[in-house]
């Protein structure tokens, strides 16, 4: 099997819709999508994005909706044996749909996010109503390979540079890099300046996403650098799409 014609990738991560409203997603982490001893944070930022895209859906209608915004926050990462994520919408406007998303795991609270979308009217009617709906249900397809490099993720020379080649299964429905492997790209970036530059390995434990741009014709380059002291902790991640002049 290609790349080309693999299942999409949400699919890999080990996620099952429960049919319950007030808990309508659940996690079952698995090594291919775990790092350095914890569920990567990619997985995490994915379920906060689809969850808050539950909320949005319901609210936007035939609206063509975009992450904006997504942050997260891993008190104490880990791999929990399952994770159930629970939503509640904070803002519905005409523009903006803003959720809150709590990720409890086995005993307790895992992960806290938030995602805000925007919505922009189409420009036609989807060819089918089910284009824009969202699965009633989610088949896993497991990852034999960890998931940065079943999906094709290539360090530079230098710590902290990444790049994403764009293949179709790395695109959402408008053919832009899909949000989550975006957080992917952040994540991958980072955790090779930490690893690298502290020789030790790491996990990451929060994150905030800004979407400036869509990213479609790729590679997408990752470079992470320090905020202050190395010590801190903290380091910023910029990502640019080379195929579309940086």
Known sequence: MSRDDAPPVFTRYGFERTGDPDRPLELSPYPAVCVNGALRATVVASAIDLVGGFVTRDAA??????????????????????????????????????????????????????????????????????????????????????????????????????????????????????????????ECAALDLADRSRDTPHTLTEMDLRYLASASAGPVLGCASWVGARDSGMIRVELRDAGRDD
């Open 61 to 186: 209608g035939s609206d063509v909706t975009f992450t904006t915004d997504l942050s997260l926050r891993i008190p104490r990462p880990a791999t929990p044996k399952r994770v159930v994520a629970q939503a509640t919408p904070i803002r519905v406007g005409r523009k903006l749909v803003t959720t809150r998303v709590t990720l409890h795991g086995d005993t307790e609270p895992y992960a806290l996010g938030e995602t805000t979308f925007l919505r922009v009217p189409r420009s036609a009617p989807p060819a089918a109503p089910d284009a824009i709906a969202t699965p009633d249900t989610l088949p896993f397809h497991p990852l034999a390979l960890p998931l940065d490099e079943a999906v094709g993720v290539e360090r530079g020379k230098r710590p902290g540079e990444v790049s994403l080649p764009l293949a179709p299964i790395l695109l959402n429905p408008e053919g832009s890099l899909q949000g989550a492997l975006v957080a992917l790209v952040v």
